[in-house]
């Protein structure tokens, strides 16, 4: 596949950027000095070929930049939490696996505003997970009501994904109660 680096020319200041867009190329003329990719190889590296132009220099510099695409995705394993039956004054746990696909570390957020009841470990919601890297979290519920209760929470990563996440837990009234906080026990 061939593709094409637009604008053909750009400057940039020191400490500044320039940006670039890459469209497919057409036949013919503009294929050539195409950025070029090699659908044969199982990971795609991509070669852009660069003149730098520094004032006060007569020729300019080139070089060639070389890059290789990866995805931003996460895989959250399972992706509906069932803590069970569980009564009010417990909690239940479950893990989640969360695995890192890409070439790229990826760092995750579950956010400040968790559901009620609900805590995450390590890290209370928030990571960092290495390319190719699987993390288990331990989720931990404690419900606030009685009832079948179903809850949903995000994933969200810093390249601005996110990944929903569905929870639920039905909560029991606790087989044992005291009506009071002190117990008088006869000696």
């Given at each position: 596949?061939?593709?094409?680096?637009?604008?053909?020319?750009?400057?940039?200041?020191?400490?500044?950027?320039?940006?670039?867009?890459?469209?497919?190329?057409?036949?013919?003329?503009?294929?050539?000095?195409?950025?070029?990719?090699?659908?044969?190889?199982?990971?795609?590296?991509?070669?852009?070929?660069?003149?730098?132009?520094?004032?006060?220099?007569?020729?300019?510099?080139?070089?060639?930049?070389?890059?290789?695409?990866?995805?931003?995705?996460?895989?959250?394993?399972?992706?509906?939490?069932?803590?069970?039956?569980?009564?009010?004054?417990?909690?239940?746990?479950?893990f989640l696996s969360i695995t890192n696909p890409s070439k790229l570390p990826q760092t995750f957020?579950?956010?400040?505003?968790?559901?009620?009841?609900?805590?995450?470990?390590?890290?209370?919601?928030?990571?960092?997970?290495?390319?190719?890297?699987?993390l288990r979290l331990l989720l931990e519920f404690q419900p606030p009501i009685l009832g079948v209760?179903?809850?949903?929470?995000?994933?969200?990563?810093?390249?601005?994904?996110?990944?929903?996440?569905?929870?639920?837990?039905?909560?029991?009234?606790p087989d044992v109660q005291l009506s009071h906080n002190t117990v008088k026990v006869g000696s």
């Amino acid at each position: 596949a061939k593709f094409v680096v637009a604008p053909d020319a750009g400057s940039a200041a020191a400490a500044a950027a320039a940006a670039a867009d890459r469209a497919a190329a057409a036949d013919g003329a503009a294929a050539e000095g195409a950025v070029t990719h090699d659908d044969t190889q199982r990971e795609a590296v991509f070669e852009v070929p660069l003149l730098v132009s520094v004032p006060g220099q007569t020729r300019p510099v080139p070089f060639t930049v070389r890059f290789q695409p990866t995805s931003t995705d996460l895989i959250l394993v399972p992706s509906t939490l069932d803590f069970g039956r569980v009564p009010l004054s417990e909690q239940a746990g479950t893990f989640l696996s969360i695995t890192n696909p890409s070439k790229l570390p990826q760092t995750f957020s579950f956010g400040a505003q968790l559901p009620l009841g609900l805590s995450i470990t390590p890290g209370g919601g928030y990571g960092s997970v290495l390319p190719g890297e699987t993390l288990r979290l331990l989720l931990e519920f404690q419900p606030p009501i009685l009832g079948v209760q179903f809850f949903g929470m995000a994933c969200r990563t810093l390249a601005g994904r996110m990944f929903k996440l569905q929870g639920k837990c039905k909560g029991l009234q606790p087989d044992v109660q005291l009506s009071h906080n002190t117990v008088k026990v006869g000696s």
